[in-house]
């Protein structure tokens, strides 16, 4: 009974250990898929630029206004609100 038990806890201890090699494979592809859209999205920016002044004007207007509105309204990241006092 007690190899039985040996032989669980190892195939217990190979499905962690699975889980983890597929947590570090998913954060590659992450990090891959960021560092792909981080240059993909300046080089696309300036080809519409060369390609269609006035759509990448709007486009980088379009774009600063939702970051000016997204600096207004939200809330820094460490920001606490104070707590209610009765």
Same mark, same amino acid.
């Given at each position: 009974?007690?190899?039985?038990? !040996?032989?669980? +806890?190892? @195939?217990? +201890? @190979?499905?962690?250990?699975?889980?983890?090699?597929?947590? $570090?494979? $998913? !954060?590659?592809?992450? %990090?891959?898929?960021?560092?792909?859209?981080?240059?993909?999205?300046?080089?696309?920016?300036?080809?519409?630029?060369?390609?269609?002044?006035?759509?990448?004007?709007? %486009?980088?207007?379009?774009?600063?206004?939702?970051?000016?509105?997204?600096?207004?309204?939200?809330?820094?990241? +460490?920001? !606490?609100?104070?707590?209610? %006092?009765?």
């Amino acid at each position: 009974m007690e190899c039985l038990i !040996q032989y669980l +806890d190892e @195939i217990e +201890d @190979i499905f962690y250990a699975l889980a983890l090699v597929a947590e $570090r494979v $998913r !954060q590659a592809i992450k %990090t891959l898929f960021i560092l792909a859209v981080s240059a993909l999205l300046p080089a696309s920016g300036v080809l519409l630029a060369i390609a269609h002044p006035p759509l990448a004007l709007a %486009t980088a207007c379009l774009a600063l206004s939702g970051l000016l509105y997204h600096a207004v309204v939200g809330s820094p990241p +460490d920001y !606490q609100l104070p707590a209610a %006092t009765s």
